[in-house]
């Protein structure tokens, strides 16, 4: 009880920065969420556009061709020599990206939570001539009530750590930035797969933390359920990926994989609760239609490409199994977290020269001529859900050929969202424990 009330307070607001996709926004809030249940602070969310240094450029006939230059020289260039630069260089190299309206949402939830009231505004921030004269050093550290700024992914990276830094607040990154790296922020999460070296800053997770939580599958699946009500003890969700640049979901493998579960599903007695993704090809959504009207044990068949709602925390408060792709680790990983030993289904690789490049790496790893960091493409993911399966979340199913073969509930506790927010908390209790203990020296020592 005194430990939970001492982390209390101690952050005063979260700033998730986001880039729009779903899968990092997932990321980033199930990480704040856990944090918001310790610390008891507010949690706001910022979007980097994907428009967002278009306003910055007049893109004229002249200069449109050289957009994509000067957004890579901003974004990769610039923003890679922002952990060197001074407060009045991070605050050019932000007007530049396109930042500065961020940095006037922060100022305004920061000015609603100061409690001193005597503090400096934070209006002299905005005021570049100000700040290029080196006027607001002080204002842009005063009143900042333990801001905590969060961003998962490379394109938000940059401006987590900008704000992070004029704001005087913490910086987390989820995985690794391209430009970046890992180095120049207070915290990172970074997956086992991407093999980050070993550091006190560093925790290592097995794939990616998620927003999966206990109040959201009961809520999600009483919706569910009440819609599409199970009619049987045995009830299976599977959770289809789609393409990308290792992998196929082709009409072909919904025919030869999904039909086959799905007889075996109608004559056991099964419920199936189905969802795509907006990988899924459209060809493939309709061979999974043309099933659906086929066997009514599909109970449920959620479109991704139609249908916006998110249909995977409901799928998981009713089914009693759960079989997903191997294209998509996060899913395997928010499928472990909602416990279940998720059964993982092969599906088809792409054919390309990058295949015979990823084999010889793949080679010389077990050879111990390269390091494991070395793989990439599908050893890279075929890895991570491995070691998925060796902790008991996650089991390879190459042929379903009796629903007993099924994993079910993995009886573990697994929630690296969670485990990440508690090893955040606890090293800033850390430090401010330590700048504690060196007041009272100095004051000692006085």
């Known amino acids: ?33 856990f944090l918001s249940l310790i ?9 980097v556009r994907p428009d967002f240094l278009i306003e910055n450029v007049k893109l004229n006939w002249t200069r449109k061709p050289l957009y994509p230059v000067e957004r890579f020289c901003i ?57 290029y004269e080196g006027k607001s050093e002080a204002i842009t550290t005063a009143s900042t009530p333990n801001a905590l700024f969060l961003s998962a992914g490379s394109l ?14 913490k910086c987390v990154t989820i995985m690794t930035p391209s430009a970046l790296g890992i180095e120049p922020f207070d915290f ?28 959201r599958i009961k809520e999600e699946s009483q919706k569910l359920s009440s819609l599409y009500p199970p009619r049987s003890g045995i009830r299976i969700g599977l959770l289809l990926g789609g393409s990308d640049g290792n992998y196929q979901i082709t009409p072909k493998w919904a025919k030869e994989n999904a039909g086959p579960l799905l007889e075996l599903a109608y004559q056991g007695g099964a419920d199936l609760y189905v969802t795509t993704s907006r990988r899924t090809s459209r060809e493939t959504e309709q061979v999974l239609e043309a099933l659906s009207e086929k066997y009514p044990c599909i109970r449920y068949l959620c ?11 409901g799928i998981f408060g009713i089914v009693t199994h759960v079989l997903a792709t191997e294209d998509s680790v996060s899913m395997i990983s928010e499928a472990a977290t909602a416990g279940f030993c998720t059964g993982v289904l092969p599906v088809e690789h792409k054919k390309s020269f990058k295949r015979v490049l990823e084999a010889s790496a793949l080679l ?53 969202a969670k485990r ?27």
């Open 1 to 33: 009880m005194a430990e939970s009330e001492r982390l209390k307070g101690l952050i005063g607001v979260i700033f998730i920065i986001s880039d729009g996709i779903r899968g990092h926004i997932n990321q980033s809030r199930g990480v704040a969420h």
């Open 39 to 47: 610390t008891g602070c507010d949690v706001h969310e910022l979007e």
């Open 75 to 131: 974004m990769k260039m610039s923003a890679k020599r922002l952990a060197g630069q001074d407060k009045r260089g991070i605050f050019r190299w932000l007007c530049r990206a396109g930042g500065e309206p961020l940095l006037k949402e922060v100022r305004e939830v920061l000015d609603r939570l100061k409690e001193n009231k005597a503090a400096p505004k934070w209006e002299a921030i905005l005021d570049q001539s100000d700040f």
């Open 156 to 169: 938000p990276a940059p401006y987590c750590l900008a704000l992070a830094s004029l704001c005087g607040g």
């Open 188 to 215: 990172a999460i970074v997956p086992d797969h991407d093999f980050p070296k070993a550091s006190k800053k560093v925790l290592v997770t097995l794939g990616a933390p998620n927003f999966v939580t206990a109040e």
């Open 303 to 313: 479109i991704a490409s139609r249908d916006p709602y998110n249909p995977v925390y």
């Open 364 to 416: 010389c790893v077990e050879r111990k001529i390269l390091s494991p960091k070395r793989l990439f493409g599908i050893p890279k993911f075929t890895r991570a859900i491995d070691n998925f399966c060796e902790r008991g979340l996650a089991r390879w199913v190459k042929d379903i050929t009796d629903l007993s073969c099924l994993p079910g509930k993995h009886g573990l506790e697994f929630c690296e």
């Open 420 to 446: 990440a927010a508690e090893w955040i908390a606890s090293n800033l209790s850390a430090d401010g424990m330590k700048k504690g203990q060196a007041g009272n020296s100095r004051n000692t020592d006085g």
